[in-house]
């Protein structure tokens, strides 16, 4: 049987203090639930295959879509639909749970091959 | 294009009372994202095929597994391994957000037949 653990997210976050790079924190199904710091402008980009959700816990969170602007405060979520175009933009710092696909790169669904080793993110 | 929103969670919280009762309050891929209240004690039970995510919002949450007792607590977050029984126990009121697949019934896996409506809980 697996390890039943609680994870304390802010225990969790004290130990990374790089942006725009998520860390797993559990696994949950096809799916990982990951931790990131962000601050300052992603760039554009969508998930041909996979919806994402961003939960903010704490700072505020824009999200530029092609057609309006998502403001996210923590305790705020959204769920970007899968094929949507978007960029997240943090002008302070962010910090942020994602619960995406296993499947999810960072790299795009082209690295998606057996013989390259996918990058999801680290597990902390 | 599906439409994308913000979801305040504190604003769905005030839409409702009724305890061990999830609202659906968004789908992501396979799964929903759930609300839900809880006070007192629940039955043990078990997901065979899902695993269950917990977050705590506000209360302070216990989980008993036979093997153990997990304490959770605002900004925490537990998964519930697929086949692991569980009894969720909450003293005082407790707001906690839920993540299951779609195919996961209050009533059981032996509900989810096509011509029985599954009883995921309702949207709000």
Known sequence: MKKVAVIKL?????QFSDLWSPKIVAELNDSYIKLAKLKGEYVW?????????????SGDLTIELRDTTLSLQPGDIVVIPKGVEHKPVAPSEVHVMLIEPKTT????DSANTEDKKPTHGEWI
């Open 10 to 14: 802010a225990q969790k976050l004290s």
């Open 45 to 57: 980009h969508k998930h041909e295959n996979e919806d994402e959700m961003f939960f903010v816990i």
């Open 105 to 108: 790169l960072s790299t795009g």
